[in-house]
């Protein structure tokens, strides 16, 4: 009787795990589809970055800032615009290393190092990404993981005009550090009792900012970055299978184990 329930509670278990992964997978499969299907490609000039772009030209020989200003109607720095006296810069929680190619190689370059009090607005860039956290808005490299954009300058040194990559993870473990800004919190403040569909764009800026070029490209009938896509196979839908394999081989190990007399 106890081998029974023992057999049983492992099946179900296992079964359970399975119609979870199955969710997520289904869900992953219907959300990309439904974006794949909401798409169409723009009709651009071969000279037009956004062309130039989606024919995987390299990106150092392509005008970014021009591709990024085609996609925004407006700057980033709407939302923000009557904060432009608070305070300017951000402490990194992480550090953020940039890297330049080089006969089609990462080389590294510039390293900002956990702690570094950066600027979170470039005067160099007024329009698009000059906006505030100018440095979390990247453009989606062709590699997988990798990301392009304009470093962030160091508090009281001159900015670098280049555009470097940079992988993703290292610009989402900063991106926590915008909420501590002066910047967010009195834009926020300012918004919360007035406009609370502001309020809430607002709150969700650190969230938005890392896809808001990806989104835009979208939009604008560039193309669609894989990171838009849902991952139908992430870590945590085979470790969900895994485990259900385990406790399946679990429960077959027991039902035909010999008991010893």
Not at 18 to 27: C, L, N, P, T, V
Not at 62 to 87: M, Y
Not at 190 to 200: H, L
């Amino acid at each position: 009787m106890k081998k029974k329930m023992i057999i049983g509670a492992l099946s179900v278990l296992a079964i359970l795990l399975f119609a979870f992964a199955g969710i997520r997978i289904a869900d992953s499969v219907s959300h990309n589809n439904r974006l794949k299907s909401t798409f169409s490609y723009g009709v651009f000039a071969e000279t037009d970055a956004r062309a130039q772009y989606r024919s995987r030209k390299p990106l150092e020989e392509i005008d970014l800032l021009n591709l990024a200003k085609s996609v925004f109607p407006a700057p980033v720095s709407d939302l923000t615009t009557p904060f432009w006296g608070a305070e300017d810069t951000l402490v990194l929680l992480s550090d953020i290393q940039y890297y330049r190619k080089e006969n089609g190689n990462y080389v590294k370059d510039i390293l900002l190092q956990k702690g570094k009090r950066v600027e979170i607005k470039s005067y160099e860039l007024s329009y698009v990404l000059g906006g505030p956290g100018y440095g979390f808005y990247s453009l989606p490299a062709y590699d997988a993981g990798w990301r392009i954009v304009k470093p962030f300058t160091v508090s009281g040194e001159g900015e670098d005009s280049r555009f470097l990559y940079v992988r993703f993870s290292d610009l989402r473990k900063n991106i926590e550090a915008v909420k501590d800004t002066s910047y967010y919190k009195e834009a926020l403040a300012y918004y919360k009792d007035g406009n609370t569909a502001m309020a809430e764009s607002i709150q969700k800026l650190p969230e938005t900012m890392l896809l808001e070029l990806d989104q835009r490209m979208f939009d604008n009938h560039v193309d669609i970055s894989p990171y838009l896509l849902k991952n139908t196979w992430d870590a945590f839908t085979i470790l969900l299978l895994g485990v259900g394999i385990v406790l399946c081989g679990a429960a077959v190990f027991i039902a035909f184990r010999k008991e010893k007399k």
